[in-house]
DNA sequence: CACGCCACTGAAACCGATTGCAGACTCAAG
DNA sequence: CTTGAGTCTGCAATCGGTTTCAGTGGCGTG
């Protein structure tokens, strides 16, 4: 029922394959044809049909998206960038959820790998060796996350770290909790570090309290052992983790920023709103969907050079009520 | 470099029709020829092309999903539903997010068209007659919204209002504001009707406070207004619109509860993190999405016996700590 | 034994685009 | 006038499947 190119091209008296060329090659084109073209393709409605093109060029002018959990603030942000910076290349995105499974993931990116160009995997939960295998027979860009050979996006963990640490120890601040994420996780591992560095740059001290999942729960779960380390002040894995620790503190009686000070990390939109509103570090969600996009982009137009591209996006601290004064011993 | 049908065909020993024809009509073929073939495809990892077979079908095996904001927590659930159940027949989703923009719906949507077998319009911003219009040239299932011979599935406003006004009337407020959302939303002019419906029903008094942005910062700047209204209890558009306006009463220092009841609608995973946790009708949102892509499956199978088919969902009344006894005058 | 039916398989056309190759035409130079 | 280069355009093959149509062979029946 469309119309296809040859009716284009009965329509302006040339043949199918001027048409192609009009609408792929336009200067190959005598510019008078390339009108009467254009004329006919307006007049039609035609749009190539994907598919056949894709037959014989063999792209198929789609990505996909993995991600753990679509409802999770963080990576809708992440989803909501890639979306709309490949609408502006005429790609479409196809998004899967694995559903913080990393088993399911593995499968799900090598079903989805037949129908696209290349593939995005945020904040994959698959292995290292896993990983690599994907990477070599199919072209993916990381986002937040690295390994070798991958191109990829991340974010600076140490210096986001830094600035946190920065704050409170301004806050006089000396003993600091450290709310991990899942031990899997490579976000885990780096703000781990960095926050441990950011504290021997300061002379402060760490306290562990372990790893917790990246939910509300976990973060209510983790409170309480917050707490008995003694230390004046706690970062999160991220803010759902934190806004779960402010609710079990407040439910305790405990005073935010009065009695402990809580830093998260991401600026989801919920944490503005969490009472207090929460001081975290805010990462660039969107723009990592952007940059994703156009990084996968250049890889399929020339692997080989873009292969080893890596970006790294900056977090920026932002201070609301969660964070205060270290309490007079 | 794939393995393509004739590939199958060679090492099984058989013709390419044959190949295609043990896995798409088993039941044609003699089982021990289905055998050698499935040995063969096992073999080789053999997977048909989309495209290829897209091309002689007519059917792309993709659906479209069209939600206004991907980073509103209620879309993000549905599509998370929605991806789940199309994963399970092996039908990719591409997303599309309009950034709550009408008139980029029907643009969008009408390109997705061409690349999908049908589409799911979640909260469609677009008028009736575009909306008709893009139901008539392709498959098409409504979700929270309906439209006239458009298959769709939708909530009973009526009844969550219902609930939700005879737990306020049974704390005893008998005068009860009503925050609307945008007022081109289908939602906002069913749940207005339906609330005021309810409370007319339980001889209770209704108090409009006109239509916000369904977001936080429309609650915040409702907020006002409903205190000014002299009710007892405030039921909004939805939750992120009670959350923001817990938050302005919060600054104001009316409390809630105890000056104010506020009930919101859809439950967010954000709302029983709210302080006070917000009462609310909880609408089953994962549910919706799964539903949709059954529906729409049905209608790719037999356009005609399925188009008129529509489902209604249910609300559930959640109650939190946003309602309580109406004060004493 | 001849016939017809049935179950199964293969050859070939086709879906709608792209593209290598070759032909047609123009124009300038020899 | 011939030749060659250069510019455009069309023919036909091709991508990887599906589907129609026409066998082929086996078997039961008259």
Redesign the pocket.
């Known amino acids: 029922m469309p119309a296809?190119?040859?009716d284009v091209a009965r329509l302006a008296?040339?043949?199918?394959?001027?048409?192609?060329?009009a609408?792929?090659m336009p200067e190959?084109?005598?510019s008078?044809?390339?009108a009467r073209v254009a004329a006919a393709v307006e007049q039609l409605g035609?749009q190539?049909?994907r598919a056949?093109?894709g037959?014989?060029?063999g792209r198929t002018g789609n990505i996909g998206l993995v991600v753990p959990d679509l409802a999770n603030p963080f990576f809708a942000s992440v989803a909501k960038g890639v979306q709309a910076r490949a609408r502006r290349y005429d790609v479409a995105v196809f998004v899967a959820d694995t559903d913080e499974d990393a088993a399911a993931e593995v499968g799900l990116v090598r079903a989805l790998a037949k129908q696209v160009d290349g593939l995005i995997l945020c904040s994959p939960r698959a292995s290292d060796a896993d990983l690599s295998a994907i990477a070599t027979e199919t072209n993916v860009v990381l986002v937040n996350r690295t390994a070798e050979g991958v191109p990829g996006i991340s974010y600076d963990n140490e210096e986001g770290m830094q600035q946190a640490v920065a704050h409170l120890v301004a806050l006089g601040h000396r003993r600091i909790a450290w709310v991990g994420g899942p031990v899997t996780s490579w976000s885990t591992q780096h703000r781990s570090i960095g926050l441990s560095n950011a504290l021997y740059d300061h002379g402060a001290e760490l306290a562990r309290v372990g790893s917790f999942a990246p939910t509300y729960e976990g973060g209510m779960a983790a409170a309480d052992q917050a707490v008995a380390t003694g230390a004046t002040a706690v970062v999160t894995y991220n803010d759902l983790v934190a806004i779960g620790l402010l609710a079990r503190l407040h439910a305790r009686g405990i005073s935010v920023p009065g009695d402990l000070s809580v830093v998260g990390i991401d600026d989801i939109a919920m944490s503005r709103m969490a009472r207090p509103a929460l001081t975290t570090v805010r990462l660039p969600k969107q723009e990592a969907g952007r940059i994703a996009v156009e990084l996968l982009l250049a890889v399929l137009d020339d692997p080989d050079t873009a292969v080893a591209t890596r970006d790294t996006l900056h977090g920026e601290l932002i201070v609301r009520d969660s964070t205060g004064p270290a309490p007079k011993p």
């Open positions: 296809t190119i040859r008296g040339v043949s199918p394959s001027t048409v192609s060329r609408l792929s190959m084109v005598n008078a044809t390339r035609y190539p049909n056949a093109r037959l014989i060029t």
